[in-house]
C-alpha cells in the first residue's frame, strides 16, 4: 500500500473529495486529514490524523529500545566478565540490564513526543500558510479509482506520495469496527 498527498486550502472541498472516495468504496480508515483546524476537521465529519502520528513517538522509542538491548547486552557481558556462576551473581546484571533497558526506550519515547514527525515536518510550512492535507492509503489496484474520483475536484493539488499503514493494521481495525458494531 502506498499514501497518497493532496493539498487544499478549502475544507468543504476536501469534505465532497472524502465523501466521493466513501462512495467509490474507500473507507474511512484509509482517509486522513492533516490540518491545524482540529475542531473544523470534526465539525465536517473528516478523520483527523491521530496527535500521536503527528509526533515521531514510535520511531524515538524504537530507537530508544534498540540502545537498551545494546546497553542490557554490554550489562549482561560485564556478568561474563565477572565470571558470575550462580544465579545470585547474575541477579544484579540481569537487573541492571532490564533497568537499561526499560530507560532508554522511556527516554526514546519521552523525546518521540516533543518531536513532530517526518511527515508532519513535510508539511509544515504549508499547515502553517493554512493549508490542509488529505492522505488516502490505498493499493496499486485501487491507485486509479481514486485518481478518477480526485480528478473532478480542482482544488486538490497532488503532494506526493509515502509510505502507508500496512494493509493487515487497516484490516484488522475494519474487522474490530465491524465486531465492536455488532456487539451489543
Do not use: C
Not at 483546524?37 to 514510535?58: G, S
Not at 517526518?118 to 491507485?143: I, N, Q
Request: negative net charge; aromatic residues 10%.
Amino acid at each position: 500500500m502506498k499514501r497518497y498527498y493532496y493539498l487544499s486550502n478549502d475544507l468543504y472541498d476536501l469534505e465532497r473529495a472524502a465523501s466521493d472516495l466513501h462512495e467509490a468504496g474507500v473507507s474511512d480508515l484509509q482517509i486522513h486529514v492533516l490540518s491545524q483546524q482540529d475542531a473544523e476537521l470534526e465539525k465536517r465529519h473528516l478523520h483527523e490524523v491521530h496527535p500521536f502520528a503527528k509526533r515521531a513517538l514510535f520511531q524515538a522509542g524504537i530507537l530508544g529500545a534498540a540502545i537498551g538491548l545494546v546497553l542490557a547486552a554490554m550489562a549482561l557481558m560485564l556478568g561474563v566478565a565477572f565470571a558470575a556462576s550462580s544465579a545470585v551473581d547474575w541477579l544484579p546484571f540481569g537487573v541492571l540490564a532490564f533497568v537499561l533497558f526499560a530507560f532508554s526506550t522511556w527516554e526514546g519515547g519521552f523525546y518521540g513526543i516533543q518531536v513532530s514527525s517526518k511527515e508532519y515536518l513535510r508539511f509544515k510550512e504549508m499547515l502553517s500558510s493554512g493549508h490542509h492535507v488529505l492522505m488516502v492509503d490505498v493499493d496499486r489496484e485501487s491507485r486509479d479509482r481514486v485518481q478518477h474520483v480526485l480528478a473532478y475536484h480542482q482544488g486538490l493539488i497532488e503532494a506526493g506520495e509515502g509510505v502507508a499503514r500496512p494493509g493487515w493494521l487497516i484490516a484488522s481495525q475494519k474487522n474490530l469496527q465491524a465486531f465492536v458494531k455488532a456487539m451489543p
